[in-house]
């Protein structure tokens, strides 16, 4: 199990998501990724997308200016 | 998702494809405006494919979107929305999907198209025309308007059942509501269409005028978002001020303070502006001065104002804001 980190702040949904969705493809079973976003429309986006496509969500992280979405990578 | 779900019903298994030109309108956009904060935020693609229990591919398309627009071969609608070849671009992409993902055993395409519903891509004459210049051909289905149109390949496989497909066309949409009803499908996203910016005559206007303003009809994902972004002005014919029009704006903003030129008053609270184009020492007065405009300080004698660019030296300047009737109606794009 490895982590990942990936820079999609400044842009607006679905490119995080879009970003996430092809990352995610080269990561293995288990991998951790943090996406680091902007864009408050990620914090429904991204755990949307990976319930829907079998990604765990681990958590989400909010700051001032940050939002930092963490997901396990499924099968 | 009623195409999806008619579909479902006859146990079919269907993914959705969902492709992003840039230019859809989604409610994070809005979002960032400070009086949208309370809207729901939701990717609809995203929500749909929950709600039908389907995965969904979102597939970039920006840069190959961009010959779409330039080029549009069947011409633009009542803005800059080249529906027909936008269609024949998206179901293209489709069919090329198909074949690319063909050891998961996808065999046909479906959309949720109804004859008659829009002016330009869902016309009668217009259906055949996307089918034939996408590739797509006989593996393009319709479920919602199927038995208006030739058979497809699906049907005559046998691998649908022409007879639970539908036969809906025009503008009403009550025989859609009515299945929406008989799904159980309280709520759905864009009833009445209208995802895409570039039927949007105001986002169309600036687009044409960012074009006029370069000389050149190159965009870049930066460019096709400022416009969706803040109060344009463009009081020369060689610069454009990005206006803020609210915090949530100017937060957005500031995270392209590294690639423009930025005006801000700092005496006063104020919109964080960011200077598109090229703009001498000679404007900063008329720029600050039109920026002030827009802040607290409109009234007041003077204001300090700031103006920033990368790597230079930030300078600050006092400056009386224009009053209304000298920032032209013809500034405003």
Redesign the interface.
């Known amino acids: 199990m490895s982590e990942y980190e990936l820079d999609a ?2 842009l ?4 995080p ?2 970003k996430t ?1 092809n990352k995610v493809k080269e990561l293995a079973v288990g991998d951790i990724l943090s996406v680091i976003c ?4 990620v ?3 991204i755990p ?2 990976a ?3 079998g990604h765990e969500l681990v958590g989400s992280y909010e700051n001032d ?1 940050e939002i930092t979405i963490t997901i396990r990578v499924g099968s | 998702m009623l195409a999806v779900r008619v579909l479902q019903e006859q146990g079919i298994e269907v993914e959705g494809i ?1 492709f ?1 030109t840039g230019f ?1 309108v ?4 809005h ?2 405006r400070n009086h949208d904060k309370d809207k729901q ?3 609809n ?3 749909a ?2 709600q039908l229990g ?7 398309v920006i840069e190959e979107y961009k010959d779409v627009l330039l080029n549009p071969k069947h011409g633009y609608g009542a803005n800059m929305n080249p529906c027909l070849d936008c269609k024949i671009f998206m179901v293209n992409k489709a069919v090329e999907w198909v074949k690319d993902n063909h050891k998961d055993g996808f065999d046909f395409i479906i959309t949720g198209e109804v004859i008659g519903q829009r002016p330009m891509s869902q016309r009668k004459q217009t259906m055949p025309i996307v089918a034939k210049e996408s590739g797509a051909d006989d593996i393009l289905l319709r479920p919602l308007c199927a038995k208006n149109l030739p058979e497809t390949r699906p049907e005559l496989e046998g691998w649908v059942d022409r007879d639970k497909l539908y036969d809906f066309s025009g503008r009403n949409r009550k025989p859609q509501m009515a299945l929406a009803e008989q799904f159980g499908f309280t709520d759905y996203a864009s009833p009445a269409g209208g995802c895409c910016f570039l039927t949007d005559k105001n986002y169309s206007d600036k687009l044409v005028d960012l074009w006029k303003g370069r000389g050149s009809r190159e965009y870049e994902m930066d460019d096709i ?1 400022l416009l969706k972004v803040g109060r344009h002005l463009r009081p020369k014919p060689e610069f454009k001020l990005i206006i803020a029009r609210d915090a949530g704006e100017s ?2 903003l500031e ?2 303070r590294k690639q423009f030129v930025t005006i801000q008053v700092v005496s006063h609270n104020g919109p964080l502006t960011i200077v598109d184009g090229d703009i001498c020492s000679d404007d900063f007065e008329l720029a600050a001065g039109i920026v002030a405009r827009y802040g607290q300080g409109r009234d007041a004698e003077q204001v300090e104002v700031q103006i920033s660019e990368s790597g230079k030296e930030l300078q600050t300047i006092m400056i009386k804001p224009l009053p209304s009737e000298k920032v032209l109606e013809e500034w405003h794009v």
Request: charged share 25%.
């Open positions: 702040r400044r607006l949904c679905p490119m998501v879009i969705q902007t864009d408050p429309g914090l429904s986006d949307a997308w319930r829907i496509n200016t | 969902n992003y859809c989604e409610g994070h956009t979002a960032i935020k939701r990717n693609a995203l929500w494919a929950e389907i995965k969904l591919h979102i597939v970039d978002m937060k957005f995270g392209y």
